[in-house]
């Protein structure tokens, strides 16, 4: 564990916005994203990803991306210590993020050709510089940037991922002056001690990076996951609101893990009694109620159990 790691400051990122949305048949109006996006700021998550700067014929969800974040540019409309994220996969979509007022901007590589190919159509190598080279432009315009690999843990059409693929992406992202990684389970293939390993080997080559998780629950081990990222030091998770999710670019897609689960976790164990759960399990269950189904999460089922049991 790198010097300071403690279950302490946990980082909520909620990408159900963008994550969550980007496999949903039915489109959602840009009015009720909105709706959603202020329920998420008044539970006061750290960090929103809002949408993502894709072409709308490929992810026909994300087309109102750019209004979402011009909406909250108006004073009053957001905190400032609230955070909106932007996913882009190309410097026409760097270009809109900065029209509309991007705050962090999240970008990646999939360390799996075949998903790279089927995600960005690049390659791996061809999409390692091309986004390292969008993030230095983006940090020297002052925004906040984290660059991923994604299919860190295993992809579904190639299968296990070997590790030295991955620490070679994330060695030239340290060698590029990029210290926020996130490594992401897109095909949901993680188990906890393989994440233990890889995050011991990140954190060996450099233990000032900043490391983000994010964890599908494809075959229900994504809080096991986070458990075992906690363990080694990582701070920052990615989780979507009732579960939502899934890569429309992967070969088994399934939802995320719940952000309202997670909150329940991290308060039974005593931290981040900050973030207003009860705000989060209305919001899945009206979620629930629009799309007409049954959501993944279980706490927005169940109610929250009150008390801490964690020995201080």
């Known amino acids: 564990m790198p010097e300071g790691g403690t279950l302490n400051d946990i980082v909520i990122h909620e990408v159900g916005l963008r994550d969550g949305l980007q496999m949903e048949k039915q489109v959602v109006p840009l009015e009720q994203k909105i709706k959603w996006a202020e329920a998420l700021i008044a539970s006061r998550v750290d960090i929103i990803q809002a949408g993502s700067f894709v072409h709308p014929d490929k992810v026909p969800q994300m087309a109102d991306t750019d209004n979402i974040f011009d ?11 609230v955070i909106l994220s932007g996913l882009v996969l190309n410097e026409k979509g760097l270009e809109r993020g900065y029209a509309c007022g991007v705050e962090m ?8 050709d075949t998903h790279s190919r089927k995600n960005t159509g690049m390659s791996t190598e061809e999409a390692v510089s091309r986004i390292i080279a969008m993030a230095q432009e983006a940090s020297a315009q002052n925004k906040r940037v984290q660059v991923s690999v994604q299919s860190a843990f295993g992809c579904g059409f190639e299968g296990a991922i070997p590790v030295e693929r991955v620490l070679t992406i994330v060695r030239r992202y340290l060698d590029a002056g990029l210290k926020n990684i996130s490594l992401a389970d897109t095909a949901g293939h993680a188990q906890p001690f393989q994440v233990k390993r890889l995050f011991e080997e990140i954190f060996a080559l450099d233990p000032t990076v900043e490391c983000t998780c994010h964890f599908h629950n494809t075959y229900g081990m994504g809080m096991a996951n986070i458990y075992a990222a906690m363990e080694i030091g990582v701070k920052c998770f990615e989780s979507s609101f009732a579960g939502l999710g899934g890569c429309p670019f ?20 005593g931290e981040r009694n900050d973030v207003d759960l009860e705000r989060l399990i209305s ?22 159990l009150q008390s801490n049991i964690r020995n201080k």
């Open 283 to 304: 919001l899945a269950r009206e979620v629930s109620t629009f799309f007409g189904r049954e959501m993944p999460g279980l706490v927005h089922k169940t109610g929250p």
């Open 105 to 112: 901007f999240c970008m990646g590589v999939s360390a799996s």
């Open 250 to 269: 992967t070969k088994v897609a399934a939802g995320n893990v719940c952000t309202e689960d997670f909150v329940h976790f991290l308060q039974r164990i």
């Open 71 to 81: 909406y909250f540019k108006s004073p009053g409309r957001k905190p400032a210590n």
